[in-house]
């Protein structure tokens, strides 16, 4: 098994995958293909999507993104799309750069045949509250040529992303107050203030 030098072996043509699927000169599909690569890694960035593990349910990201607490994790999606021919692995790694604020990214790996949005994990270690942003680089993935084809990939190929467990009535609840808390109290202070005008006028 080697390291695959990327330049000539990434592509975001899904033509150009399918036609050398089965090559010993097979190409990796990245879309977005992102503008720049290391000679022997490619960074992914953060897409659209998250499952929080500790609520388990999975919800979208906004422009602005998200604020991910201390101690506490998250799985991503990544915006690119992966596409793994059968003789080429991968290894997913975190951005060095993030060990400086305390984040920690999962490792994992891409079977041959996979064909999905990566999910990577998100744990902030440090103290204080960070932010998770769409398109913020989050890993690093490098690939390896082996030495034959994989021929039963069933369990890796074209699957559909994974469906999370149905929240119980308590996680949801927790779920819409940790996102919602600044509004019900703004407007509970508010219908609150309202009352009282009234029943002040309603004394006179």
């Known amino acids: 098994m080697s390291a695959i030098l990327l330049k000539r072996r990434l592509t975001s043509s ?42 388990s349910i999975q919800r979208g990201i906004p422009a602005e993104g998200i604020t991910l607490r201390p101690r506490r994790s998250i799985v991503v999606y990544t915006s690119e799309r992966v596409c793994v021919p059968h003789n080429i692995f991968g290894i997913v790694s975190g951005k060095g750069s993030l060990i400086y604020h305390g984040v920690f990214v999962s490792h994992g790996k891409i079977d041959p045949g996979f064909q999905d949005n990566l999910r990577v994990g998100i744990l902030n270690g440090s ?53 919602y808390w600044q509004w019900i109290i703004g407007t509970f202070l508010a219908g609150l203030t309202v009352v009282t005008r009234l029943l002040g006028l309603w004394g006179r």
């Open 127 to 179: 103290n204080r509250p960070i932010q998770i942003k769409p398109g913020m680089l989050i890993c690093s993935c490098s690939f390896f040529q082996m030495d034959s084809h994989m021929h039963d990939v069933s369990r890796t190929s074209a699957r559909e992303p994974v469906k999370p467990p149905r929240p119980t009535i308590g996680q949801a609840i927790r779920a819409f107050w940790s996102a």
């Open 14 to 55: 899904e033509e150009d995958f399918r036609k050398s699927l089965r090559s010993d000169d097979s190409r990796i599909f990245i879309s977005p293909l992102p503008e720049t690569c290391d000679p022997v890694s490619v960074d992914l960035s953060v897409g659209d999507r998250i499952f929080e593990s500790e609520t």
